[in-house]
Nanobody, 126 residues
Framework: QFQFVESGGGLVQPGGSLRLSCAASGFTLDNYAVGWFRQAPGKEHEGVSCISNGGGRTSYADSVKGRFTISRDNAKNTVYLQMNSLKPEDTAVYYC???????????????????WGQGTQVTVSS
């Protein structure tokens, strides 16, 4: 059973920054590809970013490209999502999810990810 927990969400003003963490326990997170997704009220899960096993490849949705950065810290067994220049439309519950192999073609499709965290709320508002 994979255990990982998202944290770092909160309320931030437009233009502000947050760093989300996806911290794993009981297994080596670097052995898995990790995706960040978000879900706004009444909407489907939206893929935001993903990173390959080992961290050599990353992908970003067009809506966040240039503003968000995904990274790994293997010493902490954690994947981060640094979010800068936040906009009200970034408001959502953010989830990390893991899968055995990275695929750029299905990075933003939630279906290939069998394991999900509980989510962390991000609210961008003045």
């Amino acid at each position: 059973q994979f255990q990982f927990v998202e944290s770092g969400g909160g309320l931030v003003q437009p233009g502000g920054s947050l760093r989300l963490s996806c911290a794993a326990s009981g297994f080596t997170l670097d052995n898995y590809a990790v995706g960040w997704f978000r879900q706004a009220p009444g909407k489907e899960h939206e893929g935001v970013s993903c990173i390959s096993n080992g961290g050599g490849r990353t992908s970003y949705a067009d809506s966040v490209k240039g503003r968000f950065t995904i990274s790994r810290d293997n010493a902490k067994n954690t994947v981060y999502l640094q979010m800068n220049s936040l906009k009200p439309e970034d408001t959502a519950v953010y989830y990390c999810a893991i899968r055995s192999r990275y695929s750029s073609s299905s990075c933003f499709n939630p279906r290939p990810y069998p394991s999900w965290g509980q989510g962390t709320q991000v609210t961008v508002s003045s």
